[in-house]
């Protein structure tokens, strides 16, 4: 069992930055693993944001979010962290770290997600 636990979401205004981290617990986590974050708008389907494969560092990212986030990750601390620069009010959602210990996809997908966060809400007022 993993326990995924976010931290850093907040309210803040357009153009600002924000860093959002995810830490991992209950497992160590093999070369395959792929940490992500998710993120859920009101009102919306929940959408990948970005990726990162644990070993090897390998990133993706949503178009709409290229060029203004970054993920990275710490494997000795078990956590990944998602810098979110010049902040839009589109970005306001809330934020989900997940982990896929097992897919082949890539980018990962919701649906082969194995372990989720509870959220962290980012609101970017204009």
């Known amino acids: 069992q993993v326990q995924l636990g976010e931290s850093g979401g907040g309210l803040v205004q357009a153009g600002d930055s924000l860093s959002l981290s995810c830490a991992a617990s209950?497992?160590?986590?093999?070369?395959?693993?792929?940490a992500c974050w998710f993120r859920q708008a009101p009102g919306k389907e929940r959408e990948f944001v970005a990726a990162i494969r644990w070993s090897g560092g390998t990133v993706a990212y949503a178009d709409r979010v290229k060029g203004r986030f970054s993920i990275s990750r710490d494997n000795a601390k078990n956590t990944w962290y998602l810098q979110m620069n010049s902040l839009k009010p589109e970005d306001t959602a809330v934020y989900y770290c997940?982990?896929?210990?097992?897919?082949?996809?890539?980018?990962?997908?919701?649906?082969?997600?194995?372990?989720w966060g509870k959220g962290t809400l980012v609101t970017v007022s204009s």
């Open positions: 997940a982990v896929d210990l097992t897919s082949t996809s890539w980018p990962p997908r919701s649906t082969g997600m194995d372990y």
């Open positions: 209950g497992r160590t986590f093999s070369a395959y693993v792929k």
